[in-house]
């Protein structure tokens, strides 16, 4: 078949797929594995360039095979990588014994293996040893390259976009679920892959999280100060079919992905005057926010930044609030954002963790009050000296609609 893909297609250039498999293959020789291998299909997108069925294997000199199962001719025509048709992962189990002589070691990321995947490995592979390698992916997807900060520069503009036409959207009597599918509408338009991918989530993420006043801030599953109603039990959170009250705070948390790379965002709006006690909150994550712009590092100790940030929130009146009421607060102020939400690094309390360059974190700053739940989050990346890059180039502010 004849492959040909549009111009807006984008396929990850060779030489940056090059760079990551020997990044990889490195971690492999320094653990003296015999290979590394890669099931997830994040982890073979990153490794491979294509999200085809199948798996990757990570040879210590660096070289890459693509075993595909659905579709292998599709996945050679989006990755360099050797692509080998298989049938079911029984042949993968006969290639890697080649490769893996009897009491060697491969390295799996059993983070993201279903243990019944990890037994069938084990029975494909007698007498092989399966080590986690996952803290070495992490470490290494947590910094990104050109590709990556390249896509997600035009996520956080796309984001910029869907933001800017909320005034137009927002008035009284819109119904949360309403307004989110309307700027969906408006991202899926620009490009936007309605799906933002985790790494192990309780629950799948989903790009319309807006929820307002006090019902927003009813507590729900997921790692977060709030959940919001969501559309049903079996979606607890996010939007519903409330509608959407004048002098409210309106929470619009918005997730944007451009070619699988993801910006993370929040901006609060009230429709007419926000009242007095939003305000304070409002400013007060201004205040965090800066702060952690000003020492946003490499070198920074993850634990001593979460410090700041608690502090600055507690000078200005927020210590009980921030970061969500007592029985829902969470322990980090910026997660990392790429591929995927819920993953290294992270700013939380306690870590030990030292800020790198090229690492890029979703600023997650939060307040619930009695009126409801108030945001500030934007996406930057940790540049080698000075501040960070701001990825989401939107208007810090407190946005106040006429009615």
Request: with cysteine; net charge neutral.
């Amino acid at each position: 078949m004849n492959w040909s893909f549009p111009d807006t297609y984008h396929l990850v250039p060779h030489g940056i797929l090059a760079a990551r498999l020997e990044r990889l293959a490195q971690a492999c020789r320094e653990r003296r594995l015999a290979g590394i291998l890669l099931t997830s299909a994040v982890d073979v997108y990153y490794l491979s360039g294509s999200m085809q069925q199948g798996v990757v294997l990570v040879e210590p000199s660096g070289a890459g095979r693509y075993f595909a199962r659905r579709h292998a001719g599709r996945a050679a025509a989006e990755s360099p990588l050797a692509v080998e048709p298989v049938k079911g992962l029984s042949q993968v189990g006969l290639a890697l014994a080649e490769v893996a002589s009897k009491g060697a070691r491969i390295g799996l990321c059993l983070d993201v293996l279903p243990a019944r995947e990890y037994l069938a490995w084990q029975q494909r592979l007698p007498g092989v040893r399966l080590e986690d390698v996952s803290d070495a992916l992490l470490e290494q997807m947590g910094v990104k390259d050109a590709f990556e900060v390249e896509a997600m520069t035009r996520a956080g503009q796309l984001a910029a976009q869907v933001y800017g036409a909320i005034p137009g959207l927002l008035r009284p009597g819109v119904r949360e679920a309403w307004l989110a599918g309307q700027l969906q509408a408006l991202a899926m338009a620009g490009g936007h892959v309605d799906l933002l991918r985790t790494r192990g989530a309780y629950m799948g993420v989903y790009t319309w999280h807006v929820v307002s006043g006090p019902e927003g801030a009813l507590p729900s599953a997921v790692d977060a100060p709030f959940g919001g109603y969501g559309l049903s039990p079996a979606f607890p959170q996010g939007a519903s079919h409330k509608l959407i009250r004048p002098h409210e705070p309106v929470i619009v948390d918005f997730g944007t992905c451009l070619d699988g790379y993801q910006t993370d965002q929040t901006r609060t709006y009230c429709l007419g005057a926000a009242p007095h006690a939003v305000k304070k909150a409002h400013a007060a994550l201004e205040a965090v926010r800066q702060a952690l712009l000003d020492n946003l590092r490499p070198g920074a100790v993850s634990g001593e930044l979460f410090d700041l940030a608690v502090e600055t929130a507690a000078g200005m009146g927020m210590a009980e609030v921030f970061l969500g009421r007592p029985e829902q607060r969470i322990g980090f102020v910026a997660h990392g954002v790429g591929l995927e939400l819920g993953t290294p690094p992270y700013v939380r309390r306690g870590s030990r963790e030292r800020v790198r360059a090229g690492e890029a974190y979703a600023l997650e700053l939060k307040i619930v009050l009695e009126q409801g739940p108030v945001g500030l989050e934007d996406t930057v990346l940790v540049n080698p000296q000075g501040p960070p890059t701001v990825l989401t180039p939107m208007p810090v502010q407190l946005f106040e609609l006429p009615m």
